[in-house]
T-cell receptor
Framework: ETGVTQSPTHLIKTRGQQVTLRCSSQ?????VSWYQQALGQGPQFIFQ???????GRGNFPPRFSGLQFPNYSSELNVNALELDDSALYLC????????????FGPGTRLLVL | AQSVTQLGSHVSVSEGALVLLRCNYS??????LFWYVQYPNQGLQLLLK??????LVKGINGFEAEFKKSETSFHLTKPSAHMSDAAEYFC?????????FGKGTRLSVIA
Protein backbone atom coordinates (compact mmCIF):
# COMPACT_ATOMS: atom_id res chain seq x y z
CA GLU A 1 0.00 0.00 0.00
CA THR A 2 1.52 3.32 -1.04
CA GLY A 3 1.06 6.51 0.92
CA VAL A 4 0.18 9.97 -0.30
CA THR A 5 2.67 11.37 -2.79
CA GLN A 6 3.06 14.89 -4.13
CA SER A 7 4.98 16.44 -6.99
CA PRO A 8 7.06 18.42 -7.45
CA THR A 9 8.82 18.72 -4.10
CA HIS A 10 10.00 22.26 -4.72
CA LEU A 11 9.01 24.93 -7.21
CA ILE A 12 10.06 28.51 -7.94
CA LYS A 13 7.75 30.83 -9.88
CA THR A 14 7.46 34.55 -10.49
CA ARG A 15 4.52 36.82 -9.75
CA GLY A 16 1.69 36.52 -12.24
CA GLN A 17 2.59 33.01 -13.36
CA GLN A 18 0.40 29.94 -13.00
CA VAL A 19 1.31 26.72 -11.19
CA THR A 20 -0.08 23.17 -11.01
CA LEU A 21 0.66 20.91 -8.06
CA ARG A 22 -0.14 17.20 -8.11
CA CYS A 23 -1.17 14.64 -5.51
CA SER A 24 -1.69 10.89 -5.58
CA SER A 25 -3.99 9.65 -2.86
CA GLN A 26 -3.37 6.67 -0.65
CA UNK A 27 -4.74 3.47 -2.13
CA UNK A 28 -8.50 3.09 -1.47
CA UNK A 29 -9.04 6.75 -0.57
CA UNK A 30 -11.67 8.73 -2.47
CA UNK A 31 -11.42 12.07 -0.67
CA VAL A 32 -8.61 14.58 -1.01
CA SER A 33 -8.07 17.87 0.78
CA TRP A 34 -5.54 20.60 0.07
CA TYR A 35 -3.95 22.85 2.68
CA GLN A 36 -1.63 25.84 2.55
CA GLN A 37 0.98 26.13 5.28
CA ALA A 38 2.72 29.49 5.43
CA LEU A 39 6.04 29.73 7.23
CA GLY A 40 5.56 29.47 10.98
CA GLN A 41 1.84 28.78 10.73
CA GLY A 42 -0.48 25.81 10.89
CA PRO A 43 -2.02 24.44 7.70
CA GLN A 44 -5.04 26.32 6.32
CA PHE A 45 -7.80 24.46 4.46
CA ILE A 46 -8.09 25.36 0.77
CA PHE A 47 -10.68 22.88 -0.54
CA GLN A 48 -11.76 19.26 -0.56
CA UNK A 49 -12.78 16.89 -3.34
CA UNK A 50 -14.95 13.80 -2.95
CA UNK A 51 -15.43 11.50 -5.93
CA UNK A 52 -14.37 14.23 -8.37
CA UNK A 53 -16.70 16.91 -6.96
CA UNK A 54 -15.66 19.88 -4.84
CA UNK A 55 -17.04 19.35 -1.35
CA GLY A 56 -16.11 22.41 0.60
CA ARG A 57 -13.82 25.39 0.27
CA GLY A 58 -11.90 27.54 2.68
CA ASN A 59 -11.29 31.28 2.56
CA PHE A 60 -9.22 31.29 -0.62
CA PRO A 61 -9.89 33.30 -3.81
CA PRO A 62 -11.15 31.69 -7.03
CA ARG A 63 -7.67 31.76 -8.56
CA PHE A 64 -7.09 28.68 -6.40
CA SER A 65 -8.81 25.82 -8.21
CA GLY A 66 -8.63 22.07 -8.22
CA LEU A 67 -9.48 18.83 -9.93
CA GLN A 68 -9.88 15.24 -8.84
CA PHE A 69 -9.56 12.49 -11.41
CA PRO A 70 -11.32 9.10 -11.66
CA ASN A 71 -8.29 7.41 -10.12
CA TYR A 72 -8.65 9.91 -7.21
CA SER A 73 -5.40 11.69 -7.94
CA SER A 74 -5.74 15.44 -7.68
CA GLU A 75 -4.37 18.78 -8.86
CA LEU A 76 -4.20 22.20 -7.26
CA ASN A 77 -3.95 25.09 -9.71
CA VAL A 78 -3.07 28.61 -8.73
CA ASN A 79 -3.35 31.43 -11.26
CA ALA A 80 -1.87 34.93 -11.13
CA LEU A 81 0.63 34.01 -8.43
CA GLU A 82 1.29 36.53 -5.67
CA LEU A 83 4.25 36.76 -3.31
CA ASP A 84 2.02 35.68 -0.40
CA ASP A 85 1.31 32.39 -2.17
CA SER A 86 4.78 31.25 -1.14
CA ALA A 87 4.12 28.34 1.21
CA LEU A 88 4.15 24.60 1.69
CA TYR A 89 1.14 23.03 -0.02
CA LEU A 90 -0.08 19.83 1.58
CA CYS A 91 -2.39 17.24 0.16
CA UNK A 92 -4.27 14.86 2.46
CA UNK A 93 -6.40 11.86 1.57
CA UNK A 94 -9.03 9.92 3.48
CA UNK A 95 -11.36 7.02 2.81
CA UNK A 96 -14.61 8.97 2.81
CA UNK A 97 -16.38 12.02 4.09
CA UNK A 98 -17.22 10.33 7.36
CA UNK A 99 -13.64 9.18 7.87
CA UNK A 100 -12.03 11.90 9.88
CA UNK A 101 -8.45 10.73 9.76
CA UNK A 102 -6.55 12.40 6.97
CA UNK A 103 -3.19 11.16 5.76
CA PHE A 104 -0.80 13.80 4.53
CA GLY A 105 1.76 13.83 1.76
CA PRO A 106 5.21 15.40 2.12
CA GLY A 107 4.10 18.65 0.51
CA THR A 108 5.24 20.92 -2.30
CA ARG A 109 7.21 23.99 -1.30
CA LEU A 110 6.36 26.90 -3.59
CA LEU A 111 8.43 30.07 -3.71
CA VAL A 112 7.05 33.04 -5.62
CA LEU A 113 9.56 35.74 -6.53
CA ALA B 1 -17.03 27.69 14.11
CA GLN B 2 -14.12 25.72 15.47
CA SER B 3 -10.72 26.96 16.59
CA VAL B 4 -7.58 25.72 18.29
CA THR B 5 -5.15 27.53 20.55
CA GLN B 6 -1.75 26.03 21.26
CA LEU B 7 -0.10 27.67 24.25
CA GLY B 8 3.61 28.18 23.70
CA SER B 9 5.07 28.44 20.22
CA HIS B 10 8.29 26.88 21.47
CA VAL B 11 8.86 24.36 24.26
CA SER B 12 12.28 23.16 25.31
CA VAL B 13 12.85 20.08 27.52
CA SER B 14 15.82 18.02 28.58
CA GLU B 15 16.22 14.50 27.29
CA GLY B 16 14.35 12.16 29.66
CA ALA B 17 12.08 14.90 30.99
CA LEU B 18 8.30 15.07 30.73
CA VAL B 19 6.88 16.55 27.55
CA LEU B 20 3.68 18.60 27.88
CA LEU B 21 2.25 20.43 24.87
CA ARG B 22 -0.93 22.36 25.49
CA CYS B 23 -3.99 22.57 23.25
CA ASN B 24 -7.34 24.22 23.90
CA TYR B 25 -10.17 24.09 21.44
CA SER B 26 -13.46 25.80 20.73
CA UNK B 27 -16.28 23.89 19.09
CA UNK B 28 -20.05 24.19 19.00
CA UNK B 29 -20.41 20.43 18.54
CA UNK B 30 -18.64 17.48 20.18
CA UNK B 31 -15.24 17.65 18.54
CA UNK B 32 -12.89 15.19 16.99
CA LEU B 33 -9.37 16.10 18.11
CA PHE B 34 -6.01 15.27 16.60
CA TRP B 35 -2.32 15.71 17.19
CA TYR B 36 0.01 15.70 14.21
CA VAL B 37 3.81 15.90 14.16
CA GLN B 38 5.88 17.51 11.42
CA TYR B 39 9.56 16.82 11.08
CA PRO B 40 11.73 19.30 9.12
CA ASN B 41 10.94 19.37 5.42
CA GLN B 42 8.25 16.72 5.77
CA GLY B 43 4.48 16.49 5.77
CA LEU B 44 2.25 15.81 8.77
CA GLN B 45 2.14 12.48 10.54
CA LEU B 46 -0.80 11.52 12.75
CA LEU B 47 0.24 10.92 16.36
CA LEU B 48 -3.18 10.21 17.85
CA LYS B 49 -6.84 11.14 17.65
CA UNK B 50 -9.93 11.33 19.84
CA UNK B 51 -13.37 10.77 18.38
CA UNK B 52 -15.58 9.14 21.02
CA UNK B 53 -15.19 6.81 23.97
CA UNK B 54 -12.20 6.70 26.27
CA UNK B 55 -10.90 10.18 26.97
CA LEU B 56 -7.28 9.09 27.41
CA VAL B 57 -5.88 8.35 23.98
CA LYS B 58 -2.60 6.59 23.34
CA GLY B 59 -0.67 7.24 20.18
CA ILE B 60 2.57 6.37 18.49
CA ASN B 61 6.07 6.95 19.86
CA GLY B 62 4.87 6.88 23.49
CA PHE B 63 2.66 9.96 23.25
CA GLU B 64 -0.79 10.25 24.80
CA ALA B 65 -3.44 12.92 25.20
CA GLU B 66 -6.47 13.37 27.41
CA PHE B 67 -9.73 14.93 26.27
CA LYS B 68 -11.13 17.14 29.04
CA LYS B 69 -14.50 18.53 28.00
CA SER B 70 -14.87 20.74 31.08
CA GLU B 71 -11.55 22.42 30.31
CA THR B 72 -11.93 22.26 26.50
CA SER B 73 -8.41 20.87 26.41
CA PHE B 74 -6.52 18.09 24.66
CA HIS B 75 -2.97 18.33 25.98
CA LEU B 76 -0.25 16.05 24.59
CA THR B 77 2.18 14.33 26.96
CA LYS B 78 5.09 11.94 26.89
CA PRO B 79 6.78 10.73 30.10
CA SER B 80 10.34 10.82 28.81
CA ALA B 81 11.58 12.94 25.91
CA HIS B 82 13.96 11.55 23.30
CA MET B 83 16.15 13.54 20.97
CA SER B 84 14.13 12.15 18.07
CA ASP B 85 10.98 13.90 19.42
CA ALA B 86 12.32 17.29 18.31
CA ALA B 87 9.77 18.51 15.75
CA GLU B 88 6.76 20.77 15.22
CA TYR B 89 3.50 19.56 16.78
CA PHE B 90 0.05 20.59 15.62
CA CYS B 91 -3.27 20.17 17.39
CA UNK B 92 -6.35 20.09 15.15
CA UNK B 93 -10.13 19.92 15.55
CA UNK B 94 -12.90 18.78 13.24
CA UNK B 95 -16.37 17.28 13.22
CA UNK B 96 -17.83 16.80 9.77
CA UNK B 97 -15.70 19.78 8.76
CA UNK B 98 -12.20 20.28 7.41
CA UNK B 99 -9.39 20.09 9.92
CA UNK B 100 -8.74 23.36 11.75
CA PHE B 101 -5.18 23.54 13.01
CA GLY B 102 -3.45 25.48 15.73
CA LYS B 103 -0.33 27.46 14.94
CA GLY B 104 1.93 24.71 16.20
CA THR B 105 4.45 24.21 18.98
CA ARG B 106 8.09 23.60 18.22
CA LEU B 107 9.59 21.06 20.62
CA SER B 108 13.33 21.18 21.26
CA VAL B 109 15.04 18.40 23.22
CA ILE B 110 18.30 19.22 24.95
CA ALA B 111 20.88 16.51 25.56
Amino acid sequence: ETGVTQSPTHLIKTRGQQVTLRCSSQSGHNTVSWYQQALGQGPQFIFQYYREEENGRGNFPPRFSGLQFPNYSSELNVNALELDDSALYLCASSSGLAEETQYFGPGTRLLVL
Amino acid sequence: AQSVTQLGSHVSVSEGALVLLRCNYSSSVPPYLFWYVQYPNQGLQLLLKYTTGATLVKGINGFEAEFKKSETSFHLTKPSAHMSDAAEYFCAVSRNTPLVFGKGTRLSVIA
